[in-house]
DNA sequence: CTAGTTGCAAATGCTTTGCACAGGA
DNA sequence: TCCTGTGCAAAGCATTTGCAACTAG
């Protein structure tokens, strides 16, 4: 994808979320969008510390890291990102773009891949049921050691 | 299962737990060893404090949190026991006496129910052979509203 | 004997909160 | 305007660490 469409697909994506705020009466602002925007180019999970560089050097918008969190948390109430705990201290952040996914990690380079997989997505629903639960949601994790630090 | 089974279950796991750690030629505490019996003997899955309080009242062992922490740790480290982060606060512990499991949690009473699937198992190792990964462990977690509170 | 363990308290690191001010609807 | 969001600094919480004393092997 060039820089072009990924501009053009992010300026869309930051449109409907506008759009989705307002529609809830809430409220927005640009150091919002710039988070969205930081979550957006960036390839790799990022947790809150390094969303707040993201948004204060790349950007060059004045942001404290309290309101990031603040932010992040409205993002998660609202389901436009999902949180990650690998952990290894902080939370990483990433937005709902596509459907449901899963992450695999190396516990040796912390390297995350993310996959989806049709069967781990029904037998979800097959457990819920059988245990009589009302699905909501699923994390599911696959440590292992990538093929590079093999 | 009787109170009397219970006990020498315990038992027995307890010296096969001082003998796993006499053969690693590492060493072993009192304090380590009612912690052991203190996940042992409670159903819920405890967290570092509530494993502190149990050892100090229930059995009137002097024991600090950070010991508990350190052998938290070690535990982990030779495998016996597992860390479930739920997303509520702290880390909770469970000893490894049976097979892998996963865990589904009730968002509204945070009950917890441990299950068993054969599919989740074998996709797992299905999925990080497809991306090349040497397989480690995996951890899901299933958020629903259990019966009760539906 | 001595390396690893303990309790305590202080330190750390991530996250949240109080407050006065600024800015979106 | 009004209400909510913001940055800053301080507070909060779970977890870790330094240290001197202790203890299992």
């Known amino acids: 994808m060039s820089a072009v469409d990924n501009k053009?697909?992010?300026d869309r994506f930051l449109k409907n979320f506008k759009k989705h705020i307002s529609n809830l009466k809430l409220k927005n602002s640009l150091q919002k969008d710039y988070i969205l925007k930081a979550?957006?180019?960036e390839d790799e999970h990022l947790n809150a510390e390094e969303i707040t560089a993201k948004v204060k050097n790349d950007y060059n918008i004045d942001i404290g890291i309290a309101t990031v969190y603040r932010a992040l948390k409205f993002f998660e109430d609202i389901n436009i990102i999902t949180s990650l705990d690998i952990g290894d201290g902080a939370k990483k952040y990433e937005l709902n773009l596509s459907t449901h996914h899963d992450h695999m990690i190396c516990t040796n380079c912390h390297k995350i891949i993310e996959f989806n997989d049709d069967f781990i997505e029904d037998s979800q629903v097959r457990i819920?049921?059988?245990n009589g639960f009302l699905l909501k949601d699923h994390t599911m994790i696959i440590y292992g050691i990538c093929?590079?630090?093999q």
Do not use: T
Request: contains cysteine; negative net charge.
């Open 39 to 41: 979550l957006y180019f």
């Open 147 to 149: 093929e590079e630090c």
């Open 128 to 130: 819920a049921k059988e």
């Open 8 to 10: 053009m697909d992010f």
